[in-house]
């Protein structure tokens, strides 16, 4: 049972645009979200987090925005560039849980020129 | 600073076998995480370890062991290897509970 889901298995967006990657998650015990980048052939690279009692963190184009009762969060990448085509994965730590992170199955990010 | 690396880089066993994977933690991280990514899939966590023991586990059998050193580098051990196995694994270090984990490039593990 995918407790983390990225619902879109690519999205296409034109460079310079708005990229906006989705995530849902079930587990009400999450306490803190992550998202990483995945170019292939190398590891997920660490891009920007929350914590559970925020609704919105930023840095630089990236911000990710938080919807606690709606158990959703979004990454929103302005503007998109050429090196932002990737796979995006969010994945997310549970409180008082085992200390790994519980990952969706990503989204592939193209940007087109 | 030197980040999490990772070796070997490939890898191919056969069925029955038993493998081993290391892994050197980033500079200043004292905890390490396993992660097993089969193809299409997000990481699957397998476990972690702070302070040389095994600090939390994923949903994975016991042939799936490991260990922690002094200097925080790390070894995961599969013992009779199935076909099933075969995965990209990823090493994770960071500072502790509720921090950034930061990844390796990992181990492509195929068994024949």
């Known amino acids: 049972d995918q407790q983390v889901k990225q619902n879109s298995p690519s999205l296409s967006v034109q460079e310079g645009r708005i990229s906006i990657l989705n995530c849902d998650y079930t587990?009400?015990?999450?306490?803190?979200f992550l998202w990483y980048k995945k170019y292939p052939a190398e590891g997920p690279t660490f891009l920007i987090s929350?914590?559970?009692?925020?609704d919105k963190n930023e840095d630089g184009r990236f911000t990710v925005f938080l919807n606690k009762s709606a158990k959703h969060l979004s990454l929103h990448i302005v503007p998109s560039q050429p090196g932002d085509s990737a796979v995006y994965f969010c994945?997310?730590?549970?409180?008082?849980?085992?200390?790994?992170?519980?990952f969706g199955k990503g989204t592939h990010l193209i940007i087109q020129p | 600073e030197t980040g999490v690396t990772q070796s070997p880089t490939h890898l191919i066993k056969t069925r029955g076998q038993q493998v081993t994977l290391r892994c050197s933690s980033q500079?200043?991280?004292?905890?390490v995480s396993w992660y097993q990514q089969a193809l299409g899939q997000g990481p699957q966590f397998i476990f972690q370890y702070y302070r040389e023991e095994e600090n939390g586990r994923g949903n994975f059998p016991p042939r799936f062991s490991g260990l922690q050193f002094p200097n925080y580098s790390s070894e995961l051990n599969v013992n009779a290897l199935e076909l099933d196995d075969s995965a990209l694994y990823l090493c994770?270090?960071?500072?502790?509970?509720?921090?950034?984990?930061?990844f390796g490039d990992g181990t492509r593990l195929s068994i024949l």
């Open positions: 587990n009400s015990m999450f306490d803190y």
């Open positions: 994945a997310a730590y549970e409180g008082g849980g085992a200390d790994g992170l519980t």
């Open positions: 929350i914590s559970s009692i925020k």
């Open positions: 994770a270090s960071s500072t502790g509970r509720g921090r950034p984990q930061h």
């Open positions: 500079s200043g991280h004292n905890t």
